[in-house]
């Protein structure tokens, strides 16, 4: 396993943030944001369940996917932050 119990555990808790928002976001109507949030997301699972030759797109993620989502929404940081508190890169 790449990811450590505690990191699957953190990188969980970053996958239920993004549900609410999407929740949040479909609420307002904002069906933009949240197809991008679906979209963004249902990745997660099978990247954090994959070998080490999918270790570069769990990197991604973290990076440049999650990223550009948060440049595009700026009230989406705490994704971001609570990614990086992963400790998965």
Not at 6 to 23: K, P, S, W
Not at 25 to 52: K, V
């Amino acid at each position: 396993m790449l990811v450590t119990t505690t990191q699957m555990n953190d990188a969980l808790e970053v996958l239920h943030a993004a549900f609410v928002e999407l929740r949040e976001a479909a609420g307002a109507g904002d069906t933009q944001l949240a197809i991008l949030l679906a979209d963004t997301f249902e990745i997660l699972p099978r990247l954090l369940r994959s070998d080490s030759a999918d270790r570069v797109s769990l990197s991604k993620f973290g990076g440049e996917i999650l990223h550009t989502l948060v440049e595009r929404y700026p009230r989406l940081v705490r994704l971001e932050r609570l990614w990086r508190a992963t400790g998965i890169s």
